[in-house]
């Protein structure tokens, strides 16, 4: 496929940020993916796999204005960028191929 290779982590949170849209930041981005998997998610672990996705060329990042809420921190906002949409419609386009490839739709299951 010519792709970078992503862990599920990394895919679920690619994809957690083309949910959030405007709104994706760490924090957002940990409360999205427990909302939609009910997987606890540390927010260490989510700003590192943020910053990974960035360095890849998947997300862009820039700091949004200051809130009162925050005691006038800006938040750091992340965008899917045009790679990290391509990727996430080949994983996409993978996975259906896969799924479709199983005979009559249903998974096989051996007992050992």
């Known amino acids: 496929m010519g792709r970078s290779y992503l862990g599920e982590f990394e895919e679920l949170v690619l ?3 083309a949910i959030l849209g405007q709104h994706a930041y760490g924090v957002s981005v940990c409360e999205e993916l427990f909302s939609q998997t009910g997987r606890s ?8 796999a943020l910053h990974r996705l960035e ?3 998947m997300l862009f990042s820039r700091l ?9 921190k800006r938040k750091r906002l992340f965008f899917v960028t045009a790679l990290g ?5 080949d994983i996409r386009e ?5 799924w479709n490839a199983i005979s009559d739709g249903t998974l ?5």
């Open 55 to 57: 360095e890849k060329g």
């Open 15 to 17: 994809l957690t940020v």
């Open 85 to 89: 949409s391509k990727i996430l419609h």
């Open 41 to 48: 998610v540390n927010i260490s672990a989510a700003h590192a």
């Open 108 to 112: 096989p299951a051996f007992s050992l």
């Open 94 to 98: 993978t996975r259906s191929k896969l």
């Open 64 to 72: 949004g204005d200051a809130t009162a809420e925050r005691g006038g």
